[in-house]
């Protein structure tokens, strides 16, 4: 039951919420005032002074609300995230709302994007005033209808009562009057305590589920309009390469084949490159016309770069002076020469494809001077302006329609494939759905970089870190690293270390890299927190408890060299008393060193600060004596904040993620020869399996801090922890992955 206030600080509606009457009665709450069936079509004229009051909400006379989701679906569950924030504040029952998909819409709506766990902090307070906003309205039509304070009503699951006079209206029935207030100031509306949550913090199955688990036509693979062609576009498989000669006149005389031609394409690797186009009236005729393609290539210079040829550079620069310095704390040398104990290690993680399940495609059509989209992109606003300036046309021609994505994991944060099937609509007119194969999106990737870490650690005789330093051979040029390839001056136990010292030296790179969930972070915690587990062997320490001593000894941090990046992984935020907290639980929870395991099995733990969640997680692993490891069960332990909005997500998210490290340690990695790369399917790229998937436990360790993302900071805990168990089990370090490559057999 929730108590209202009269509404405070009413202001023009136009700069905030638009509120209309709907045809027969009812309420919309959106950024514009037009018809019901030109929503999500028609923008502004101006911008709005609040552009996140965009989602906008409706309640027709039968007590239905509809609210629109913003942000892109890729399965983190936000087209039903979001909505519960509003229905929460609007007190509504969840089984009377609809939730409809968004289009983008840069003047009615603000963040449209899916990355970087962002959704959760940056709509937290937005979402739920739409919701409260509306329900003050409805409170404020049924004061007026009944001549009482507003202060005296309350509302309960759609219904706003007078306890005093015994007088109850429904929202249905009070929608139409409500369309002629005044809406409130957002900035001041009144939010429920959470204490009177009823929707958020409930488990809530995911919107259009029945209609995803039936197989129902809703990703962007399953797109088709009117009158439309299948695309596919063949690009060099050396990266940036060029066409040089191609048999599309023979393609064009093939059934089915409509369209074949040689795209010249431009050098960033990230927009429209060189390939060849063939378009025809279904798939599988397109590839058959693909099969007979004949093509030769002006590969360029990256065709002179190879997985050998980097690890080779690595070991040369590892040697030499590093390029530059990244942080500087104390005198490191000094510190080493005195330790007790010193321990060097070379951590190596490879290069790894993002490889969601639904490969990328784009639906176009290019049509008077004018483009329409559908796209799973996870940034469509940047894929927009791409589109625009490479068809030479303003970003208001440009219609986007979001469609739920099989998955992105940072894949889509890239905006190629949307960019291709622009071209190729507008070089054909006709609609055009481009749809990648397996092979293409294996092998024109936007892949996390591999790197290779230099450690040196010292501990003193009560088994402090006196020293450590780490040369970080990574891929870019000058103090420029290559995307997502780099390492903040902050990165743990920076802060946390008297002596510490971070160097790095970067090699060349003309392969594409990009943000992978959790970027920099899945890589990074594999390395440091690995070699920090060697260190508290080193001390003769609990490894866990290692951790805790080592969050005790903080100091104050001095500004980062000039030139060093200032990246988000282990950054300035970072709360050690938090991360001190998960680590505690995750003890009590976990039963760490309370049994005692019999050899060959082990546990191994790993904690990880990023994208503002504190993670940390125990997993226990067995290795047969032939060498195949196999996790047993994982412990996770987070503090993302006061509240979990839909705990059924939150743990999907948390399991999802430990998975995906899982697969990357046990197998995943990309190669490259002569500038290609060498894996092309899920036969020589494996997924995890489900003969592989442990029984995953998610605890939560609830705090006062406002509520932050998931998706990403509970994955760059469990690749560490889980070579931390397998050395617990056998005694055999591992410091490259994948495991594939590792001999892990013991006697």
Not at 152 to 173: C, F, I, P, Q, W
Not at 551 to 573: K, T, Y
Not at 577 to 596: D, P, Y
Request: glycine share 10%; hydrophobic share 40%; net charge positive.
């Amino acid at each position: 039951m929730t108590k209202t206030t009269e509404p405070t600080s009413p202001v023009n509606r136009r700069d905030f919420l638009r509120v209309s009457a709907l045809v027969g009665g009812g309420l919309m709450l959106s950024s514009y005032a037009e018809p019901l069936e030109a929503l999500g079509r028609v923008g502004l004229t101006r911008p709005l002074a609040d552009p996140a009051l965009g989602v906008f909400v409706r309640i027709t006379p039968d007590g239905i609300v509809t609210i629109t989701a913003k942000n892109p679906e890729i399965g983190q569950g936000i087209k039903t995230m979001l909505p519960m924030l509003i229905a929460e504040e609007l007190d509504v029952e969840w089984a009377n709302v609809r939730v409809q998909q968004g289009d983008l819409d840069s003047t009615k709506y603000q963040q449209q994007n899916a990355g970087g766990s962002t959704a959760t902090p940056n709509n937290w307070l937005p979402m739920r005033r739409v919701g409260a906003a509306a329900r003050a309205m409805l409170v404020g039509a049924a004061a007026k209808q009944w001549n009482v304070p507003a202060s005296e009503l309350e509302t309960d699951k759609g219904v706003v009562h007078h306890r005093a006079t015994k007088r109850s209206a429904k929202y249905g029935e009070l929608a139409s009057a409500a369309a002629s207030m005044s809406a409130p100031d957002l900035a001041t509306v009144p939010l429920k305590d959470p204490k009177q949550f009823r929707i958020i913090g409930t488990r809530t199955k995911t919107y259009d589920l029945h209609d995803i688990v039936t197989g129902k036509p809703m990703f962007g693979i399953d797109v088709t309009v009117p009158n439309m062609k299948y695309a596919s576009f063949v690009k060099c498989p050396v990266y940036g390469g060029k066409v040089k000669t191609a048999n599309v006149a023979d393609l064009k005389t093939m059934p089915g084949i409509t369209h074949a031609f040689v795209v010249e394409g431009g050098t960033a690797l990230t927009g429209l490159l060189g390939g060849v186009a063939i378009v025809g009236s279904n798939w599988w005729l397109v590839q058959q016309a693909r099969k007979k393609l004949i093509v030769t290539w002006d590969e360029g210079p990256t065709a002179s770069q190879s997985s050998a040829g980097f690890a080779a550079k690595a070991a040369e620069l590892s040697i030499l002076p590093p390029q530059r310095s990244l942080r500087k704390d104390g005198d490191v040398d000094a510190a080493l020469a005195t330790a007790a104990k010193v321990v060097k290690a070379e951590y190596v993680y490879p290069f790894i494809s993002h490889a969601p399940l639904e490969p990328q495609n784009c639906t176009a059509h290019f049509k008077d001077g004018k483009c329409e989209i559908w796209s799973t992109s996870q940034t469509p606003e940047n894929g927009r302006g791409m589109v625009a300036t490479l068809l030479g046309i303003k970003a208001d021609q440009i219609t986007v329609h979001m469609v739920r994505a099989g998955g992105g994991f940072g894949r889509r944060l890239s905006n190629d494939y949307m960019v291709e099937a622009a071209w190729i609509a507008k070089e054909t007119g006709v609609p055009v759905k481009l749809l990648w194969t397996r092979e293409d999106d294996i092998q024109h990737d936007f892949y996390r970089p591999g790197g290779f870490h230099y450690f040196t650690g010292g501990v003193d005789a009560k088994g402090k870190i006196v020293a450590f330093r780490d040369h970080f051979v990574s891929f870019g040029e000058g103090e420029r690293f290559a995307n997502s390839a780099d390492m903040p001056a902050n990165e743990f136990p920076a802060r946390f270390v008297q002596n510490l010292a971070f160097d790095a030296s970067v090699m060349p790179l003309g392969v594409p890299t990009g943000a992978l969930r959790a970027p920099r972070s899945n890589a990074l915690s594999f390395a440091f927190q690995g070699f920090i587990d060697e260190l508290a062997v080193a001390a003769g320490k609990d490894p866990l408890q290692f951790r805790i001593d080592l969050l005790n000894s903080e100091m104050p941090a001095p500004a980062p060299a000039a030139g060093a990046p200032a990246g988000p992984p282990q950054g300035a935020g970072f709360d050690a008393m938090r991360m001190r907290g998960v680590l505690e639980q995750l003890r009590e929870v976990s039963g760490w060193g309370k049994t005692t395991l019999p050899k060959g099995t082990g546990m191994g733990v790993a904690f990880y600060f990023s994208h503002r969640g504190y993670f940390a997680e125990v997993v226990q692993a067995t290795v047969t004596k032939a060498g195949v490891a196999t996790v047993d069960k994982i412990w996770a332990v987070g503090d993302v904040g006061s509240d979990i909005v839909n705990p059924n997500h939150a743990e999907q998210q948390v399991q999802g993620a430990a998975m995906d490290g899982l697969g990357q340690a046990y197998g995943q990695e990309i190669t490259f020869a002569n500038g290609r790369a060498e894996q092309t399917n899920f036969n020589n790229y494996p997924l995890l399996r489900m003969r592989q998937a442990p029984p995953i436990e998610v605890h939560w360790r609830k705090t006062a801090f406002p509520p932050t993302g998931i998706g990403e900071p509970a994955l760059p805990p469990v690749v560490p922890a889980f070579i931390n168990a397998i050395y617990a089990a056998t005694g055999k370090r591992v410091r490259s992955i994948p495991l594939s490559k590792v001999d892990l057999k013991w006697t």
